[in-house]
Each structure stands twice: as structure tokens, then as C-alpha cells.
């Protein structure tokens, strides 16, 4: 019998398929990622990934090296019926089983988007406030941050200074947990009718379920 969930690691395509169709960005992230893909039913429905994120020390505000924390860079879905943060917790289990060293995973839920970090908070995240304000450069027909276009800036380039994301944290052992926790803060609400970084926007209850069986190659 087939089973309804399959999570196993994507292709390059497979991922940057999902990202271009069903990720509000429209792109795939650059640099070295760890690409998870997921199936419903036997169809492909979308993937999860992980990177080191726009920020180049990530880690040094919380006191650990580049290898012990990266980014949760992509959640990209097509309309699906499993709950997006039972999906995220299995990958985080792929990734903790190629990636031993790491200690926290870090995750911004755009709040210029409308996004609050719903499916963070269904699965138990620690919520630690908001990031910076940044400024995005309108490049290519779509607003980019700027260190990801400083090279081909120019003095006609429209500019603009964004609010800062909903940063969210998950801590991978006991020790980085108690740590963190302190930075702990309450859960933003909800402001509009969106809900996540999936094109499906669909709602969560309750924290995530891992009784789903594991497919690695």
C-alpha cells in the first residue's frame, strides 16, 4: 500500500521547480543548500530548504560557528493536505542526520508579506522578536536584498528600507535550548488572511506529528 507522505532529498530541478511555482520569491536561493522534497500520494508536492541565509554570521549572535547553524530558506508547497509544520519537523530530521555539528535552525516569516510564522508556531519554535530593517533593491522586476545586488547597483537604482522579519528559532539539543529560551517573547498574531511562506497558505493546529516513516536514499 502506498503511503499518503514520502519525504526524501530533492534534485536541483526538482527544487528550483518548486521555489519558481510555488514560492511567493519566485527564485531559488543561492549558495549550498540542503534540499528536501516531499510527495503526497505519490506526487511531487513541493520541498523544504535549508541554507546559510542572507546573513553571513548568522551564528554570532547566538555564539556558535557558521557549521552549527543555518537557515530554514524555503518552505515550497503546491496545495497539499499534511500540515506544513508535520513537514518541516520530518525534514529538520533529514538534516539533522547529514548535518551532525548543528546546534539551532534559524527561520524569518516575512512580515512584509503578511506572514506571521503560523507554521512555526505549530511546531513549537521559540519566537524571538523581529530582525533588523534592511533595504531591498528593485532589480530584475522584483525587490532583492541588497547585498544579494550590491555588485550591480548603480546610482538610478530604486531603493526602499523594509520592516524586519519574524525571526523564529529551533534549537537541536538541550544545552543550545536553554540557552535560547531566555530570548523567548510571545507569539506575533496573525494580521491578515495569510498564514505561512506556502503558496497554499493553509492554516495549522496543534504541533507536528512524527509518526510518518522516513525515506532516505
Partial sequence: MERDLKIDWATY???KYACENWHYSKCLPTGKLVKVA??????FIGVVLFGRGALRFLGKKFNLGQDE???????ALKKHKTQVSKIIAIALKFLKRRNKGLKLIVSFADSNQGHHGGIYQAGNWIYSGKSDKTTEVFLNGKWTHWRGAFYKMNDKSQTRITEGKHRYLMPLDKKIRQTIIKLSKPYPKRVQN????????Q????????TCALHIS
Fill in 194 to 201: 495569510i498564514d505561512s511562506d506556502v503558496s497554499s497558505c
Fill in 203 to 210: 492554516d495549522e493546529k496543534g504541533s507536528a506529528n512524527l
Fill in 69 to 75: 547553524i543555518c537557515e530554514l530558506v524555503r518552505v
Fill in 38 to 43: 516531499v510527495w503526497e500520494k505519490g506526487k
Fill in 13 to 15: 530541478e526538482a527544487a
